[in-house]
């Protein structure tokens, strides 16, 4: 067979066809000797960059560190209670007035808005707000984007949309609830 190949090959073909074998040798064994070692290499230099930057006294490291968890657990305390002011400050005529900045802002008429009946959960209390409005699509999806990104706590229990009176009108209607803690005994 390998006497029929080289019969029909040219010596020319015959040394396209040998140094194409040799190429993929070659790039074969330089993948299967030299990448698994490069890679090595460079894992154990981001290694030592990393103890570099270890400090030298083992003490000192320990100190930092301590030093560092503290800070942490005051600002973690920090974050809960201003959080906790947040939530325990906002008012309902608040959001309302912020549903119709927020409207204005975005060219969406506020039809209606209706606070309903408080409930109490263990640590909380859920006032609901029932909204319906008017806009188009886009001009609806501002304005909710935009009052998930509000910093009053508030979240969307339900809404439905469906076509309003004009082509690109919709209309909205939505179930809000805003979230406060209950006061700390």
């Keep these: 067979m390998l006497d029929e190949l080289t019969k029909t090959l040219t010596p020319r073909l015959m040394f396209l066809l040998l140094a194409a074998i040799a ?3 070659v ?6 000797l030299f990448k698994k070692p490069m890679k090595s290499y ?17 003490e000192a490291g320990k100190k930092e ?25 906002t008012k309902p005529l608040k959001v309302i007035a912020d549903l119709g900045n927020f409207a204005k802002q975005y060219e969406v008429q506020l039809l209606n808005v209706a606070p309903g009946k408080e409930s109490q959960g263990e640590t909380y209390t859920e006032i609901p707000f029932q909204i319906e409005m008017s806009g188009s699509y886009g001009q609806l999806f501002k304005w909710v984007y935009s009052l998930e990104h509000a ?3 508030l979240f ?4 439905s949309m469906k076509a309003g009176v004009n082509p690109e009108e919709r209309e909205l209607r939505l179930s809000l609830a805003l979230i406060q803690p209950l006061e700390e005994q």
Excluded: C
Excluded at 27 to 32: A, P, V, Y
Excluded at 42 to 58: F, G, H, I, T
Excluded at 66 to 87: A, D, F, M, P, R
């Design 23 to 25: 190429v993929v040798l």
């Design 151 to 153: 910093t009053t706590p």
């Design 156 to 159: 969307v229990k339900r809404f």
């Design 27 to 32: 790039l074969g064994g330089f993948t299967s």
């Design 42 to 58: 460079k894992l154990q230099q981001v290694r030592y960059e990393a103890l570099k930057m270890l400090p030298s006294d083992p």
């Design 65 to 89: 560190m301590l030093s560092l968890q503290s800070e942490i657990t005051s600002l973690n305390e920090q974050l809960t209670k201003t959080g906790h002011e947040v939530l325990k400050g």
